[in-house]
């Protein structure tokens, strides 16, 4: 629970009704979050290990700015970023509930059809931007339902989490409902339809008070200073790793792309 005296906050995982077994399975959010700092940690040294990569240049120990250049030897390993998405966005989706049902289910639509491309040819399509790449070539990118708009609204789907763990972890005062709101005004918001945004505003109210959603996503016998601890060390992984992808997505000229 939130004390105003800076004392611990300690919630135990009684509140959370998740087992041993969940835990293991995953399907403990906290263990999430530790696993989504596995995919990220192996994502990047995928990254910056491939062929072709310049250490002095590309090196995702610190955000890219806005406007670097993106060469084709840019890398986004499709299994582990999958996995990511699976595990960090799906998972704290349900933890907030029906307010993200809608986001949910793109998200889960978006990350199928991704693997139905990865599983085409599973050796080329073992990096997403050769999906991108192809998809351009053809003209085909910016219609219909294409691997590329996926890999992109789930890129966007991953500024979401992270900005609203961010959030949560910097601002103890702040309610649940501020987080996400803030979040999806900075991250979502800009590229949805004002339909989807006034869909939202409503769902809004449905969202767990902030005590109840830390109680979901603490670990076993887990303290707030260590799932705090936790939600830094992925916001400093992840981030960089995020600006990566959207300097690949801008080089294509296709960060800017709206939902239809």
Known sequence: MENN???????TKSSCGCGD???????????EIRSAIERVSMMVKAVNSKPGHDDDTDEL???????????????IPTKPFLSLCNILVLQVLDKIGPTMAVLRQDVHQNIQRLEKVHECDPTLYANVVEMVKKEVTQGLARKGPSSTKAFLWLTRSLDFTV???EKLSSDEM??????????????????????SSAAFKV?????PDREYFISLILAK???????????????????????HIHSILRFYGLDRLRAT
């Open 221 to 243: 016998d887990e303290n707030y200073a260590t799932l705090k601890e936790e939600m830094h060390t992925l916001i400093l992984l992840l981030t960089p790793l995020l600006a």
């Open 163 to 165: 900005t609203l763990l």
């Open 174 to 195: 702040m309610s649940m409902e501020q987080a996400v709101e803030e979040a999806y005004n900075i991250t979502l918001k800009p590229w949805h339809r004002w339909i």
């Open 21 to 31: 077994d969940d835990e293991e399975k995953g399907y403990c959010c906290s263990s």
């Open 61 to 75: 120990a610190v955000p890219l700015p806005p406007n670097s250049p993106v060469h084709h030897h840019h890398y």
């Open 203 to 207: 769902a809004l109210k449905l969202v």
């Open 5 to 11: 005296n800076n004392k611990e906050i300690i919630i």
